[in-house]
């Protein structure tokens, strides 16, 4: 990118609704496609939203640095920093988990692994995994 940074936003519409016995079951707006819903990785589905979230806690001002936002969330700043990574995902890595088409080898544990930061690379990169 050259010249003023450019700026992307992903939008997830969910619904979380809580089940019986305490799961929740995450649910697309009523006149989207819910495609491949039973395959999508929940664990990874939350990581994306809660990464994308806390992207937008930042870029907004609400928090000026990792260390204030993993203190008011009460975790690790080292694990919020691995988790906004997924923020620089490709969009069309982003479609493929919210759709339940990724590989089976994409798990949130590899995506805490380094990963290029080029969507081209990253295509590659998923595959040759």
């Not at 997830?12 to 006149?31: E, H």
């Not at 936002?69 to 997924?86: C, G, M, P, Q, T």
């Not at 995902?89 to 988990?97: F, K, M, Y």
């Amino acid at each position: 990118m050259t010249g003023a940074a450019q700026m992307l936003t992903v939008r997830v519409p969910l619904a979380v609704r809580k089940q019986r016995g305490g799961r929740k079951l995450m649910i697309a707006p009523v006149g989207t496609t819910n495609r491949g819903a039973s395959a999508a990785d929940t664990t990874l589905v939350k990581a994306l939203a809660r990464a994308f979230r806390w992207r937008r806690m930042m870029e907004t001002g609400r928090y000026s640095t990792i260390d204030e936002l993993a203190a008011a969330e009460k975790i690790n700043s080292s694990y919020v920093s691995r988790l906004l990574r997924l923020t620089l995902l490709s969009p069309d890595i982003v479609e493929a988990i919210l759709d339940g088409r990724q590989p089976g080898r994409m798990t949130l544990p590899a995506l805490m692994e380094p990963f290029p930061v080029e969507w081209q690379s990253q295509q590659r990169h998923a595959i040759d995994r």
